[in-house]
């Protein structure tokens, strides 16, 4: 999970979906480049506040000797994204067809470590699983960058210095304690790491043991980091046996300032108003219980849910709306369930990766360079998706679409991109 101050602007990028983004992203506002060679001084400095939290002096020696900085990582944190993701494209990505399966194998493969977990905190294996395939796409995208060298830049170098430090002596202590081995440890540009993407904060806090060997280790433990998600969710309040909500018709009218999912009502207040389940039975029968929120991620003529306490434990492990929609419907493909039922307002909504595959081979035939089609919109796929634009007489976007998709499998191709 990325710090909160990194995704309180923008709805919650993945690491399948963050990382070829931010290779686009704007360039920096220009500032004196620190000095990589100035890092070895930064973190010998940075002894006395390791020792006050925990770690011995010769423990942050060693596990501090011989890092290297990492300074692209200053960029991506000063960087916004160039390409803002609507909603549709976000968890069209997210929760497709493809994550569906693969989730539901992957609780049938795990099936007799998830129901002890269920059983000890309640919260459903479903959801577990959801965030799971999410967060890594079920342990196949961990990240790519040394963690311990992005976590000691961030540190030394840069904004929000006081908050990675924290990070990096958390990450310390658990190297430390034997939780997790140095060597080949990995995550986010941000810190986040293992197959459920907790910040070594968290990790420290809330991971357990679902394995019992004694180490809590959410790298290469899938129990592990299936327990320590349960967890979570628990402690940020998650309800045993409640849905985290349910898609619903508004009436037309309905007072806009309604939405929010703070914005806490009885479900009889909600009927009162005219709301209704997406099928037109009564909010009754759908079983909820305590005050619900009213989400409406596209605005009232786009799909609504009305949400429980649960959805606020989703909302926790990452503070974005789009990012706890994303789970929660994922959690009921996983179910059986069925895709939502209101269309969003567009005509042009987002691509599954298979169609990112497929508009990336698309682009190819036509002589763009865009490298290896792996579904991932990085830099060369979107200045191909800008290029056939220019050619089409469209917006220069950049955005990966279905209309565009359609048109590049139907038109004829030209001799020469462009």
């Not at 983004?21 to 004196?32: D, F, I, T």
């Not at 400095?45 to 002096?57: I, V």
């Not at 309905?254 to 099928?279: E, F, T």
């Amino acid at each position: 999970m990325l710090p909160r101050f990194l995704t309180h602007a923008l709805p919650r990028l993945t690491l399948a979906v963050l990382l070829p983004l931010c290779a686009s992203c704007a360039s920096p506002v220009a500032v004196a480049a620190p000095a990589p060679a100035d890092l070895p001084t930064c973190l010998g400095n940075l002894a006395d506040d390791a020792a006050r939290t925990g770690l011995s002096g010769a423990a942050w020696r060693q596990w501090t000797k011989g890092i290297e900085a990492d300074m692209s990582v200053l960029e991506l944190l000063d960087a916004q994204p160039e390409f803002k993701t609507p909603i549709w494209d976000y968890l069209a990505v997210l929760v497709d067809e493809q994550r569906v399966a693969d989730g539901q194998a992957m609780l049938q493969q795990w099936a007799a470590v998830l129901a002890p977990i269920a059983k000890a905190q309640g919260v459903d294996a479903a959801t577990v699983v959801a965030v799971w395939g999410v967060e890594s796409d079920y342990g196949r995208s961990f990240g790519k960058r040394p963690l311990l060298n992005s976590l000691a830049t961030l540190s030394c170098f840069g904004r929000r210095q006081a908050y990675f430090r924290g990070e990096l002596f958390s990450l310390v202590r658990l190297i430390d304690r034997g939780d997790l081995r140095s060597e080949g440890l990995v995550g986010s540009w941000a810190g986040a790491f293992g197959h459920t993407q907790f910040m070594p904060s968290t990790y420290l806090r809330l991971a357990v043991d679902g394995d019992g060997d004694g180490r809590r280790d959410l790298v290469g433990s899938v129990p592990d980091a299936l327990a320590s998600t349960a967890n979570f969710l628990d402690k940020a309040g998650w309800v045993s046996g409640q849905p985290w909500g349910v898609e619903v018709r508004v009436p037309d009218g309905l007072d806009s300032a309604l939405v929010g999912r703070r914005a806490k009502r009885p479900q009889a207040d909600w009927a009162a108003r005219g709301v209704k389940l997406v099928d037109g039975r009564p909010l009754s029968a759908a079983g909820l219980t305590g005050e619900l929120g009213l989400v409406a991620p596209a605005g009232l003529k786009g799909p609504a849910f009305l949400v429980t306490r649960n959805f606020d434990a989703i909302y926790g492990y990452n503070a974005a709306e789009s990012y706890a929609l994303a789970i929660s419907h994922l959690s009921d493909r996983l179910r059986g369930g069925s895709p939502w039922q209101t269309a969003w307002p567009t005509d042009d909504t987002g691509l599954s990766r298979l169609e990112r595959r497929a508009l990336q081979t698309a682009l190819a035939a036509r002589g763009h360079p865009i490298g290896e089609v792996d579904g991932l919109l990085g830099t060369a796929t979107r200045r191909a998706i800008q290029a056939e634009q220019k050619r089409l007489g469209w917006p220069e976007d950049g955005r990966a679409g279905q209309r565009l998709l359609k048109v590049l499998q139907t038109q004829p191709q030209p001799s020469s991109p462009g």
